[in-house]
């Protein structure tokens, strides 16, 4: 079984900084793309960042110059940081992963529990 957990959510003031994490645990042969995704309440989820398994990444227009993905193949943890956050940065927070689990099965997706991020003053 396969799980992704994310954690480093949290309350925040404008204009201060969070860093999100997710680990990934079970059986797993090889992690494609690691992206991060958001929902506030009453809007669609939207891709804030993405990274490739070679490290290329992109990001949405709104988080461009603010947020920062990366990852730690050797631990196959993504990391989400966070800065200069606004309000409308406010959102349940979502790992996403691309994720093979044995040599001769297929590539899936999988999803975290999200980890709830509030900005406010």
């Known amino acids: 079984q396969v799980q992704l957990v994310e954690s480093g959510g949290g309350l925040v003031q404008p204009g201060g900084s969070l860093r999100l994490s997710c680990a990934t645990s079970?059986?797993?042969?090889?992690?494609?793309?690691m992206d991060w995704y958001r929902q506030a309440p009453g809007k669609q989820r939207e891709l804030v960042a993405a990274i490739s398994e070679a490290g290329i990444t992109n990001y949405a227009d709104s988080v461009k110059g603010r947020f920062t993905i990366s990852r730690d193949n050797a631990k196959n943890t993504v990391y989400l940081q966070m800065n200069s956050l606004k309000f409308e940065d406010t959102a349940v927070y979502y790992c996403?992963?691309?994720?093979?689990?044995?040599?001769?099965?297929?590539?899936?997706?999988?999803w975290g529990q999200g980890t709830q991020v509030t900005v406010s003053s």
């Open positions: 079970g059986s797993i042969f090889s992690v494609y793309g």
């Open positions: 996403h992963a691309r994720i093979r689990r044995r040599t001769w099965s297929g590539i899936d997706d999988y």
